[in-house]
């Protein structure tokens, strides 16, 4: 199994199998999220209690399934790193952690915005909320450990660490509205029983967050690819001061 996962996290073959998806992940990201901002916008009805507002779901939702699926892979591929040494997994990690950070954010924004008509204010200090936050400050930290480190090994090793840790925040996030009483709906999508709101509200939800994946993707692709370049140039540059 490990040999596999070597073979598939060599670099160059990496690039050539990014290189097929790109086009097809760009393309699905402009359909749907036009598919999607269509029924957002104009085929979903308005909320008997929200009105209008309710449509900031539809950015605000995708953005926060997006910000937690972000941060899991991320830790999968810490791990991977770690265990394996696969030269792939921490730049895989690095370069979707900027990704995350953008998802998390729109998502405590819109959120704001989204519980201020709601709840008569832009912040509350509850569980999901905080949780929220916490993620986002994981992200920034991330980032920042990468930066402070002259030797990527090194960085690659301790910035692992740090979300490896912070993974215990994904289920906290997800499980906050259930384990304490806050102001934030509970789930609503994915229950034991079977989504509870209506298909005129679910299918464009569900189109959005699948047009935010593939976003993802395109976007990943195109930092992997660079982080990639940057490392091989970065061994040029060691070869021609060695020699």
Known sequence: MAIDLHKFANPARFLRITAVIFPWAAALTLLLLGIGLYFALFVSPEDYQQGNTVRIMFV???????SMSVYSMMAISAAVGLIWKHPVADLSAKAAAPIGACFTFLALVTGSLWGQPMWGTFWVWDARLTSMLILFFLYLGYMAIWESYDDPSKAAKAAAILVLVGAINVPVIKFSVDWWNTLHQPASVATMDGPKIHSSILTPLLIMGTAYMSLFV?????????????????????????D
């Open 60 to 66: 605000h939702v995708p953005a926060a399934w997006m």
């Open 218 to 242: 395109t976007v990943f692709i195109i930092r992997v690819k660079a982080e990639i370049l940057n490392r091989r140039l970065r061994m040029m540059r060691l070869v021609q001061l060695e």
